[in-house]
């Protein structure tokens, strides 16, 4: 099992219903609905464009799945979740909005939010002791991805390549696309997210989610408030 520290509005927030519309999932219980109909497209290419977003859920990365270090207790992790939420302050996105980022479509926000990058920043190293190091398997497959120097190290340190200076809050909408599909699947997002592309959103909790074995659809496994003394929602 692997664990991932993610930010992700409330399971019946209307862009969360939007965005589980558009995967075909939900990882907060798991539902399974139909893909979006994108004219135009070759047969079986929305289900492989939308099928790594699906698998890990709507959500941004703030602390990449990891294995827990030994001697961690689960409890232990959502404990640690629910206090650090209650201390820290809901951090208000003014303008979220739909971008390609390379080869994939993401959320992100318009101007960088230096409040936003710096709680991400503590929450990568205050889990890290919950985190057990990488498998080498793990480590080549990152490598295979193609890693700038500071990125390798990031890697071996963090676990994750993108921390720190190489981190970008992104909510990804899509995997790979190629370029010949580009221009059909960015007017297909900007209709189906019209109400939220170029809008504020509240980052006000902090999610838990698991990966009960490798490959599987991630879930939402419990949820902390952000400035919330009380335990989060399952």
Known sequence: MRYAIYATPAADHPLTRAATSWLGRDAFDGAV????????????????????????????????????AEGSDPAELVAAIDAFAAISAPILLPELVIRRLGRFFAFVPNEPVRALDDWVAEIVTHFEPF????????????????LTLAEENNLLRWGYPYVFDAFRFHMSLTGRVP??????????????????????LLIDRLALFIEPERGAPFLV?????????????G
């Open 221 to 233: 496994h419990h949820v902390g408030l952000l400035g919330k003394a009380g335990p989060g929602e």
């Open 179 to 200: 370029k010949e599909d580009m221009e059909r699947v960015d007017q297909a997002l900007r209709a189906h997210f019209a109400a939220f592309d170029g809008r504020p």
């Open 131 to 146: 985190r057990a190091p990488l498998s080498e398997a793990d480590i080549a497959r990152r490598k295979a991805a193609g």
């Open 33 to 68: 609905g139909p893909l979006p109909s994108i004219e135009g497209l070759a047969a079986g290419s929305i289900e492989e464009y939308l099928a790594d977003p699906a698998r890990y859920g709507f959500h941004a990365t703030l602390k990449a799945p990891f294995t827990l």
